[in-house]
């Protein structure tokens, strides 16, 4: 099993920047990629970002490129998501996701995210 904690999440005005992190434990050995997506009221979860645990490629929601950075940090196990230029359609529940595949197994609870216009 692994376990998935997510934090940084607030409110801010548009054009401005957080920088959330998803902690994990339990087996991380194990990952193989970690991920962001999110979920606003009434709409489906949408990916946002993934990285790999080795090796450290990327990939990105085309909405988000050039705004949003992923990274890791494999000595704390931890992955973050570093969101600049922050829009209100950028407003949404942040949720971290971790797979042992390709497939995604594990999930956090989420971390709100609120942008005013």
């Known amino acids: 099993q692994v376990q998935l904690v997510e934090s940084g999440g607030g409110l801010v005005q548009a054009g401005g920047s957080l920088r959330l992190s998803c902690a994990a434990s339990g087996r991380t050995f194990s990952i193989y990629a970690m991920g962001w997506f999110r979920q606003a009221p009434g709409k489906e979860r949408e990916f946002v970002a993934r990285?790999?645990?080795?090796?450290?490629?990327?990939d990105y929601v085309d909405s988000v490129k050039g705004r949003f950075t992923i990274s890791r940090d494999n000595a704390k196990n931890t992955m973050y998501l570093q969101m600049n230029s922050l829009k209100p359609e950028d407003t949404a529940a942040y949720i971290c996701?971790?797979?042992?595949?390709?497939?995604?197994?594990?999930w956090g609870q989420g971390t709100q995210v609120t942008v005013s216009s």
């Open positions: 990285i790999l645990w080795s090796g450290g490629g990327t």
């Open positions: 996701a971790a797979g042992v595949t390709a497939t995604w197994r594990y």
